[in-house]
């Protein structure tokens, strides 16, 4: 039984998975904590007195990855450290360390899910879009504000945009309209450019996740499919691998 981790830059996404030979990873539960919520993966802990590893990828930083080492102590617990190759995919950064290790671990768990070309995108707190040619081989990918980033920054840094909810329309005629569509064409937009680079590969898919994902999925007129936590299922693939199984 292994807790598998994802502590990104807002919150922290956590699934128990049972490792067994010759059979596929079973998830047993799993849920979400804020940063300052992490010691409740004490609560989870004492639900599954069976775990004794976690594996996890951390991008929130040192004092995340200290508190989470707190709540899990007693157990063995690694980091996923992004390298030049894993799971099946070749990793083509400048500096492979460099590459944010939720995005090596969603690349590693889109790999599994859809062996041919692939745009995966990832819409947190910040959003990612990245190109998986067909033989594996992570190409490169953008980083960009996420939407909520993206609609802060407007209010932040003008003297008459509001943060307010506005609604997506495609010719937007009010401030607060023209705000949230603008950011989720932007969004949409760098998505479906990129998407360009692979459109002519045989079975070409985009994989959506994150929890803004469905704020523009709507709008992509490119092969989609929604995936919810691919970080996390890249995480099992490899945890399993290591098991030995
Ligand atoms: N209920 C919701 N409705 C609409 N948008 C949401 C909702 N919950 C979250 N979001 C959007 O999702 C974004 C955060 O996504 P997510 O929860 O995946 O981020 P995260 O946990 O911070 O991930 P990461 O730090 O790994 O990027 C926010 O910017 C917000 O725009
Ligand atoms: C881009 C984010 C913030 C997305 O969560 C994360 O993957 C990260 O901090 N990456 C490090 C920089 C990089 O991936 O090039
Ligand atoms: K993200």
């Not at 990104?8 to 998830?27: D, F, Q, S």
């Not at 943060?163 to 932007?186: H, K, N, W, Y």
């Amino acid at each position: 039984m292994i807790l598998l981790i994802d502590a990104g830059n807002t919150r922290i996404k956590w699934r128990v998975v049972v490792v067994a030979a010759a059979e596929p990873l079973r998830a047993l539960d799993e849920g979400a904590l804020a940063h300052d919520g992490v010691a409740a993966l004490a609560a989870v802990r004492s639900r599954h007195p069976g775990l004794r590893r976690a594996f996890g990828c951390n991008v929130a930083g040192a004092e995340v990855a200290a508190a989470i080492a707190r709540a899990c102590a007693g157990l063995a617990l690694d980091w996923l450290r992004p390298s030049a190759a894993c799971g099946g995919v070749r990793n083509l950064y400048e500096d492979p360390a460099r590459l944010g290790a939720d995005r090596w671990a969603a690349l590693i768990g889109a790999r599994r899910l859809h062996p041919h070309a692939c745009l995966v995108v990832t819409a947190g707190t910040a959003t990612t879009v990245d190109l998986l040619a067909a033989d594996g081989d992570f190409l490169g990918g953008l980083i960009l504000p996420g939407v909520e980033l993206m609609q802060q920054a407007l209010a932040q840094g003008t003297a008459q945009l509001p943060l307010a909810e506005g609604r997506f329309t495609p010719m937007p005629r009010r401030t607060v309209d023209a705000i949230r569509s603008g950011c989720l064409q932007a969004q949409a937009g760098a998505v479906e450019r990129m998407f360009r680079q692979i459109a002519g590969e045989p079975q070409a898919l985009c994989l959506l996740g994150g929890g803004a994902a469905d704020s523009f999925a709507g709008l992509l007129e490119i092969p989609l499919r929604r995936v919810d936590n691919l970080v996390l299922s890249g995480l099992g693939a490899l945890a399993a691998a290591h098991d030995g199984h």
